[in-house]
């Protein structure tokens, strides 16, 4: 059974940076397509951004294209999410997980507040 780990949110003012990171237990992790998700206050978790096995694919949710880079290091089974020009619409707990395919259980996430 597959866990996560996230670290790396914060508090950030408007046009910040920050770099999310999951740290993912499991054999066989470079096979796995990884994902980013996010929920806001009063709303459903979405997904931010999935990249397959290999790096070979990105997608991102329209809001984040062009400012969030989702990577893995399948050495270190670690899944990375960089987020530039941060904006308050951002602020959410992150979570990562499987993309594409029916979720594992959820890690307790990481929380990114975009305020000045």
């Known amino acids: 059974q597959v866990q996560f780990v996230e670290s790396g949110g914060g508090l950030v003012q408007p046009g910040g940076s920050l770099r999310l990171s999951c740290a993912c237990s499991g054999s066989q992790f470079s096979l796995i397509p990884m994902g980013w998700y996010r929920q806001a206050p009063g709303k459903q978790r979405e997904l931010v951004a999935g990249i397959t096995a290999n790096s070979y694919y990105t997608n991102y949710e329209a809001s984040v294209k062009g400012r969030f880079t989702i990577s893995r290091d399948d050495a270190s089974h670690t899944v990375y999410l960089q987020m530039n020009s941060l904006k308050p619409d951002d602020t959410a707990v992150y979570y990562c997980?499987?993309?594409?395919?029916?979720?594992?259980?959820w890690g307790q996430g990481t929380q990114v507040t975009v305020s000045s």
């Open positions: 997980n499987l993309y594409g395919v029916r979720p594992a259980d």
